[in-house]
């Protein structure tokens, strides 16, 4: 469910891909030879990425910037091309086409029935609850700390950040004791909060597990709730909006089947860009 996106069907993958490459036959070593000379290494992020052309070949239809790929008769682009015995079959790849490929996966192929749109999901734990999720409780921690919410009336951030890492580690104790109190205890409790755990303000930094962070949005969200009047002029209200919709992303995500509904899918992706937009 990670992976929904409307666009995203099966089949799309081999698309996007065909309309890049440009598959030729090299049938005689004075082509080889000037295709060969006509390689240089581009590696410029918004360049070529590779060994490409620097001139055209205008009877193979390849241009200037198309790259040299892996292909069903060169797997190497370097020596494994320059030694090739003709006639070969060569693959260029031509960037300007790009949609979002950036390269063919060889694994990824319709006779082994793989397919990007029903083979690969993003991994939860280090998109949700070590990406989006860390980053949205750390910037909640610092609004809070930053407002001084626990009314310690420091003048320097440093004496604010320690008496407020200090608060903030009481009130989860706290907030651990009520969920046991209600019956809903949590399942990873924090044992030791302290100012190394949740970093620099200005370093988006958590040291805790994901297991732990699945239930410290929650309590994130409850003390900003709480203290809403010193944080509504620094974004508080976003972050709380983007922390619900988070949670019932997760909620959503722990609630459903294996095969998700449609309808939930795109439910559930609503929710995720709304905390992505905080």
Same mark, same amino acid.
């Given at each position: 469910?990670? !992976?929904?996106?409307?666009?995203?069907?099966?089949?799309?993958?081999?698309?996007?891909?065909?309309?890049?490459?440009?598959?030729?036959?090299?049938?005689?070593?004075?082509?080889?030879?000037?295709?060969?000379?006509?390689?240089?290494?581009?590696?410029?992020?918004?360049?070529?990425?590779?060994?490409?052309?620097?001139?055209?070949?205008?009877?193979?239809?390849?241009?200037?910037?198309?790259? &040299?790929?892996?292909?069903?008769?060169?797997?190497?682009?370097?020596?494994?091309?320059?030694?090739?015995?003709?006639?070969?079959?060569?693959?260029?790849?031509?960037? !300007?086409?790009?949609?979002?490929?950036?390269?063919?996966?060889?694994?990824?192929?319709?006779?082994?029935?793989?397919?990007?749109?029903?083979?690969?999901?993003?991994?939860?734990?280090?998109?949700?609850?070590?990406?989006?999720?860390?980053?949205?409780?750390?910037?909640?921690?610092?609004?809070?700390?930053?407002?001084?919410?626990?009314?310690?009336?420091?003048?320097?951030?440093?004496?604010?950040?320690?008496?407020?890492?200090?608060?903030?580690?009481?009130?989860?104790?706290?907030?651990?004791?009520?969920?046991?109190?209600?019956?809903?205890?949590?399942?990873?409790?924090?044992?030791?909060?302290?100012?190394?755990?949740?970093?620099?303000?200005?370093?988006?930094?958590?040291?805790?597990?994901?297991?732990? &962070?699945?239930?410290?949005?929650?309590?994130?969200? !409850?003390?900003?709730?709480?203290?809403?009047?010193?944080?509504?002029?620094?974004?508080?209200?976003?972050?709380?909006?983007?922390?619900?919709?988070?949670?019932?992303?997760?909620?959503?995500?722990?609630?459903?089947?294996?095969?998700?509904?449609?309808?939930?899918?795109?439910?559930?992706?609503?929710?995720?860009?709304?905390?992505?937009?905080?």
């Amino acid at each position: 469910m990670l !992976s929904y996106y409307k666009e995203h069907r099966p089949g799309v993958y081999d698309t996007e891909c065909d309309a890049c490459e440009v598959v030729c036959k090299v049938d005689s070593a004075q082509l080889h030879r000037r295709i060969r000379n006509a390689l240089v290494y581009d590696k410029a992020r918004d360049n070529a990425r590779g060994r490409a052309l620097t001139a055209d070949i205008p009877e193979l239809r390849l241009r200037v910037g198309d790259r &040299l790929e892996p292909g069903r008769d060169i797997a190497d682009v370097g020596q494994g091309f320059d030694d090739a015995v003709t006639p070969v079959e060569v693959v260029f790849w031509r960037r !300007s086409n790009e949609v979002r490929t950036r390269h063919r996966n060889p694994m990824l192929r319709a006779d082994l029935g793989l397919d990007p749109a029903t083979a690969i999901a993003a991994d939860w734990l280090h998109t949700i609850f070590l990406g989006v999720l860390l980053r949205l409780v750390h910037r909640i921690f610092w609004i809070l700390i930053s407002a001084d919410f626990g009314g310690s009336g420091e003048a320097t951030a440093e004496g604010r950040a320690a008496v407020g890492v200090a608060h903030l580690s009481r009130r989860l104790v706290l907030y651990y004791a009520e969920q046991r109190r209600r019956g809903t205890p949590v399942g990873t409790e924090v044992q030791c909060l302290n100012a190394k755990m949740i970093g620099a303000k200005d370093q988006p930094k958590l040291k805790f597990k994901a297991a732990e &962070l699945s239930d410290i949005l929650p309590f994130a969200a !409850s003390e900003l709730e709480q203290n809403m009047e010193c944080v509504r002029g620094s974004g508080g209200l976003a972050l709380l909006a983007a922390a619900e919709a988070l949670m019932r992303y997760i909620a959503i995500c722990k609630e459903q089947p294996r095969i998700v509904p449609r309808t939930v899918c795109e439910d559930a992706h609503a929710h995720i860009m709304n905390s992505s937009l905080y």
